[in-house]
């Protein structure tokens, strides 16, 4: 199966998305993202995560039968319905089971809590309202090998949510990436927070902008600091023109 390491090196999180081109009528199913591709791991089902880019002419069934898993699946996994249009360069998630996977994740009882008022899925009128993740330097600014910012920081700084959503995934599947989180939030946006040396937050779980996630980390890093990006509708976009100023 294809390995998301040729993908998600060179500090991206997701690469080879620059250019994005619609295709249609590749297949008796069309679809098209929605909405940013969010996948969701089990710990206990101990699932990995690889990627594969769409080629021209691909359709969901036609991939799902490469790698054998069922369609609705796949679809399951990159938040797809039936209604969209397969992007040519998208990147989609291949779930599959590796038993020799296991998630590392605190259990800090004071800092892991269960939100009493859910954050909503389906409001999109208000406007997201970002905070910085962590206090540091800015060592990579977002360009066409980076797909987020990396800010330079010391082990053990806390990391925080960037704006209220969902954890989708928090683990250490991603090759490359460390210990990783990845937020849902309205409008279509996801955060990814990667390199951390400590993860408080839960799959599924739902956090407040300013929560503490996680702690800054070197894993898989040269240097401790924090890979953070945001992506709206899939796409890559500069975290810069969403952080307020400093």
Known sequence: MLSIINILTRRLFFSALSLVLLISGCSKEVIKFKCAPIFEVSINERQSINAYIV??????????KLYDIDVDL???VNNLDSSCQLNTGSLLYIP???NSYEESIVTNSTNIRKIENPISKTNTNIKILWEWPCDGIIKEYFNLKNRGIDISSTIGEPVFAAAS???VYSGGGVRGLGKLL?????QGFITAYAHNSRLFVYNGQEVTKGYKIAEIGDSDSDYPKLHFEIRKNGLPVDPLNYLPKK
């Open 55 to 64: 080629k021209q002419g691909d359709s969901l069934y036609k991939i799902s």
């Open 182 to 186: 990845i937020l849902s939030h309205d």
């Open 74 to 76: 796949l679809k399951k």
């Open 96 to 98: 599959s089971v590796d």
């Open 165 to 167: 959503g969902k954890v």
